[in-house]
Each structure stands twice: as C-alpha cells, then as structure tokens.
C-alpha cells in the first residue's frame, strides 16, 4: 500500500497503542535501520515518516488499512474514469474488470478459480519489487506516472435454486 504518512513522535505514537515510548522507539528505529522509514527533516524533533504501508496476507490486524487502501483504488480508478469519459486512448490503463465463477468442489476449474488471488498476490509482489530495485538505482524524472492495480477476490454458497445465501 502506498502512504504518504507521517508519524509524529515515538512517544505520541506509543500513547495511541498504549506501548511504552522505548519499545516504540527501538521499533521505529529497527525500521529507519532496515530502510522502512526515515527522518522527515522538515517536521518536528523526532518525527519519522514512510512512503510504504505492509499488512501481510493473513494479518489479524492492519487489514483495515489494507481494506481501506483497496476501497481508496477502487475509487480513484472510477473517478479517473468518469473524469476522462470521452478519452478512449487508455482503454488498458484506467478502468477495471468483473468475473464471477460457479464452481463447486471437484469441478476441473476449482483450483484455478480458488487460486487466482494468490497468484495474482504473488505476480504483483515480484513485479513490485524489481520496480523498486530498478527505481533504486536510477535518477527519478521530475513526472512520474502512479500506477494501482488491485484486485479483491470473495466466496459465497449458491444453493439449487440459483440463490446466493452469503451475497
């Protein structure tokens, strides 16, 4: 998830968990080591600042963020529609795609179906990651272009008659 987030200071953000300020600040400071964040030299004594934002698949927590993130694509994409409804040169860069499946365990296709969210997951993590290492090396142009791409992914139970009990 991209952020532009700033984190006031450590023992601000250790009030909001109820942490102590020490433990807060030798995590924050674990992640300045390992690159996750850095010193913003523009805001107050001790503020820390990301441009990233990890929830691991599977998380009891932070998912909400990741829910939020996803909701924040989805709309953006429909608001960059709209916005250039007469344009047609973009037809594979901005817009989105629905595909719903029946299936049923022992269907020859249920594997595929079932696990298309992880491999999509897994594509979109490496190629994130070889953006990044290439970005890394390289002098940024003053333009860039910001890229989203999302994908959600639910299951419900269809009964006899065709009626989606968990929809």
């Known amino acids: 998830m991209n952020v532009n987030l700033l984190i006031d200071t450590a023992a601000q953000l250790a009030s909001l968990g109820r942490f102590e300020p020490s433990d807060v600040e030798d995590a924050l400071e674990a992640l300045r080591r390992a690159g996750r964040v850095t010193r913003d030299p523009d805001a107050p004594e001790g503020a820390y600042r990301t441009s990233q934002f990890f929830v691991p698949v599977g998380a009891a927590s932070g998912w909400e963020a990741a829910v939020f993130d996803h909701f924040h694509a989805v709309v953006r994409t429909i608001c960059e529609k709209l916005r250039r409804a007469n344009e047609s ?59 989203t791409v999302y994908a959600g992914q639910t299951t419900w139970d269809v009964t006899e008659e065709g009626d989606e009990s968990n929809a």
């Not at 719903?100 to 990651?129: K, T």
Request: charge should be positive.
């Open 89 to 147: 040169a973009l037809p594979d860069r901005i817009g989105g795609s629905t595909y719903s499946f029946e299936i049923w365990e022992g269907h020859p296709f249920f594997d595929e179906v079932m696990g298309h969210l992880r491999r999509f997951r897994e594509a979109q993590s490496g190629l994130r990651e070889r953006v990044r290492a290439y970005n890394a090396t390289c002098a940024k142009p003053a333009v860039r272009q910001g890229v």
